[in-house]
């Protein structure tokens, strides 16, 4: 009965997200398309990575810069991440991550802005 009841409290502190990716949001910048999204970070601790996926459609800029803020409950700034994207052909692809150091887990995250250029 003890091992039950100690397998019920362990199960009830459980995380309950397990999702590993979250919604991803598409933009266009200057000839540039843009997919954000968030999925948990593969470190010990529990935080958050945003992750960019940059692919240059038809733009001749060759650097990109990129500027992302999260916000949560009741818009509480979350964190920034910024990207430097160079060397950017038409038709690369650049993929890179940053941590969002204020949200400790991934749901926390209630709104995303972008802005670039």
Do not use: H, P, W
């Not at 502190?13 to 000839?31: L, M, Q, R, T, Y």
């Not at 398309?33 to 948990?40: G, H, T």
């Not at 692919?55 to 991440?81: P, W």
């Amino acid at each position: 009965m003890k091992k039950i009841i100690l397998f019920l409290i362990l199960a009830g502190c459980a995380s309950v997200n397990v999702n590993s990716e979250f919604s991803k949001i598409n933009k266009k910048i200057k000839g540039f398309a843009i997919e954000v999204f968030l999925s948990k970070s593969k470190s010990i601790r529990d935080k958050c990575d945003i992750n960019l996926l940059v692919t240059n459609k038809n733009s001749q800029i060759k650097t990109l810069y990129i500027e992302i803020k999260t916000f949560g409950r009741n818009d509480k700034d979350l964190g920034v991440a910024n990207f430097i994207l160079t060397d950017l052909s038409i038709g690369d692809k650049i993929e890179q991550k940053n941590q969002i150091q204020k949200a400790k887990f991934c749901n926390t995250v209630k709104r995303i802005e972008i802005f670039g250029g």
